[in-house]
């Protein structure tokens, strides 16, 4: 008797996203600059070094049959940008300090080039994913809060700026959710610029 075909492995969804990563040095000069928080913030579920990138386009779950063409997509938006360098520059919170959901670390965006790349996926992929309503800001997600509230006073003027660092490529990212933090593959990694440069 043939299975039902929902239930083969390869026919399940992938959580995707797609990202550019930040080198290790950077993350751990961010961990440490933070460190000191961490007792100090009520209710944040603060978001480990290891899953800290920047993320461009949040897919969801995305049928088999679409991966390939995802990789193709992503592969174009890559392609058509060129390498730059970014650095950590302050901390931030969305929606706002005063009623804060998300920590976050803010990268510098020289010329809007995490903006243009931002844009560009959404382009390439809005034939099966919707665009994104909101306006990109580049940030590493720090902690997420379960209650909207204010932040403690002198948490947003912590000194979190770092050396400049390149941006190379993208990264095409599979997303495992579980406890007590996601887990994070690294699918593809497809370098800015075009492929003959």
Aim: net charge positive; glycine share 6%.
């Amino acid at each position: 008797m043939a299975r039902d075909r929902a239930a083969r492995p390869e026919a399940r969804p992938l959580r995707l996203f797609v990202a550019t990563d930040v080198p290790e040095p950077v993350r751990r000069r961010l961990a440490d600059a933070v460190q000191p928080w961490h007792g100090r913030v009520e209710g944040a579920r603060w978001v480990t070094p290891d899953n800290w990138h920047v993320t461009l386009k949040f897919l969801g779950s995305v049928y088999p049959r679409l991966v390939d063409w995802v990789r193709e997509q992503v592969a174009a938006a890559a392609a058509a940008a060129e390498p730059f360098d970014s650095a950590v520059t302050a901390i931030g919170a969305f929606p706002s300090p005063r009623r804060a959901r998300v920590l976050w670390a803010g990268l510098d965006d020289p010329g809007g080039r995490f903006v243009a790349l931002a844009s560009a996926l959404d382009g390439l992929l809005g034939r099966e994913f919707a665009p994104e309503k909101r306006a990109f800001t580049p940030h590493l997600t720090v902690a997420r809060f379960n209650e909207q509230g204010p932040l403690p006073e002198g948490l947003l003027a912590a000194d979190v700026a770092s050396e400049r660092f390149p941006v190379g490529h993208l990264t095409l990212y599979r997303s495992y959710l579980q406890r007590p933090a996601a887990r994070y593959e690294a699918l593809e990694r497809f370098p800015l610029g075009p492929a003959d440069a």
